[in-house]
């Protein structure tokens, strides 16, 4: 079992920076392939980012490529987004998702998650 919250969230204007933390509890989170999910107001939940249990691969969806960067501390049991030229279309609840896989390969499917944080809002205004 793993338990995740996300932490991070907030309120910036177009342009501006913010950093998403995922505190993983439970054991083996070095084994856990991580990933980064958001919902905008009606919308479908979109994937975001992927990183790999050791960190050797990372995939970004096209929408924030060169903008977010996706990290993890296997040592701290973190993993966190780096969002940086947020734009109003980042609006949305993000989460993040855990599965036990120690591979690298690349996971971006949400069904192929076993595990959920409760999500942190981030609002981008214009």
């Known amino acids: 079992q793993v338990q995740l919250v996300e932490s991070g969230g907030g309120l910036v204007q177009a342009g501006d920076s913010l950093r998403l933390s995922c505190a993983a509890s439970?054991?083996?989170?070095?084994?856990?392939?991580m990933g980064w999910f958001r919902r905008a107001p009606g919308k479908e939940r979109e994937f975001v980012a992927t990183?790999?249990?050791?960190?050797?691969?990372?995939y970004y969806a096209d929408s924030v490529k060169g903008r977010f960067t996706i990290s993890r501390d296997n040592a701290k049991n973190t993993m966190a987004l780096q969002m940086n030229s947020l734009k109003p279309d980042d609006t949305a609840v993000y989460y993040c998702?855990?599965?036990?896989?120690?591979?690298?390969?690349?996971?971006?499917?949400?069904?192929?998650?076993?595990?959920w944080g409760q999500g942190t809002q981030v609002a981008v205004s214009s």
């Open positions: 998702a855990a599965r036990f896989l120690r591979s690298d390969t690349i996971v971006i499917s949400p069904g192929e998650y076993v595990y």
């Open positions: 439970g054991r083996a989170f070095s084994s856990y392939a």
């Open positions: 990183i790999s249990w050791s960190g050797g691969s990372i």
